[in-house]
């Protein structure tokens, strides 16, 4: 297919344009704002397979120009922190809602497939059970508000105008190239700098860990088979609390437990997601890889691309990291 992958410099985006690229033989077109989040180097290995373009999703001539001859929209890109959706969520809107906005109108101008990319955080917090794709949307945060909204639009494209539209909500993703200043890679990078381990709350708000490569590849079947109009979830095989990740992350890097510290909880946050996935393996997919497996991966994975997180870790994410942080840490 000739693919265009909005957000594909990011953690997700460019994981599934290496898939599409290895697995599938696509021809892929990128558009990328190159946020904080967003980077070349993560698309180190392919750029040359690729046509690149930086700009924003809300500027609807730079999606003209990167839609050239693209026969589907694949939108990854976001703004994608809760942290700093409660700190600055305006930008989020922009984003999350205009420009998604932006990429639709394109789509039906041109009679485009398109896939929203989307989370198991747009149906809020559930005790028990998992969320099926009828279950009400509660987002709790202005990341989960803007999503949700997105994906609200997208529905209404293809109720109101047609549009060969399909949603895939994952849950939380983990492995090679995520940023450090989402759990798993913050972890990982502490322990092995022999840092502290700030754990909000009492660490037992419960994800449902999902390989990106795995949620690449639940984005790529809603593309081929997915039905217009439908949301489908793609949610991990394993459920573990925060702390549970971060006892496994200190045994897997040989950190000492006495890092681990408990910092105030973070404002209105989720206790425990979980998707039901049934929709999307009835499609015929399903995860391959267990967390502790993938864990293992992604610890070893840091451990050897020092040159990828040195730059991440010294530069603007150090004043974030001190400012959210900093006062938060004892002494
Ligand atoms: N990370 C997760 O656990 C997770 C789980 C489920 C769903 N998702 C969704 O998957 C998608 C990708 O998440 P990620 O973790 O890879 O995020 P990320 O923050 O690593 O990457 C986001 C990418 O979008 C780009 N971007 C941001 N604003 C842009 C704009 N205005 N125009 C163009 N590009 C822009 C960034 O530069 C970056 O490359 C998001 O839509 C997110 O909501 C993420």
Redesign the pocket.
Known sequence: MRLLV??????????FVRLRLREHGDQVTV?????????RE?LHDVLSELRFIE?????PDAVADALAGCEAIV???????VDRSIAEPVTFT???MQ?THTLLEAARDRGLRYVQ?????VYGSIAQGSFTESSPLQPSSP?SAT?SGADLLVSSYFHTYGLEAMIC??????GP???PE?LIPLMILNALAGDRLPVYGDGLNVRNW?F?ED?GGGVGHVLAHGVPGEAYNCGGPDECDNLAVVRRIVELTGAEESLIEYVPDRPGHDRRYSLSSEKLRALGWEPRTRFDQGLARTVEWYRKNAWWWEPVRSGAYREYYERHYGRALKG
């Open positions: 909005c957000g594909g410099a990011g953690f997700i985006g460019s994981t558009l990328d704002k190159l946020t904080y989040a967003g980077r993560n700009g924003a999703i809300e500027d939108n990854f890109a976001a703004e994608t922190h922009i984003t999350n420009g990319v989307s989370t198991d955080e990341y999503k909500r994952g849950s939380n993703n983990y190239y995520q940023h989402k999902l990106a949620f």
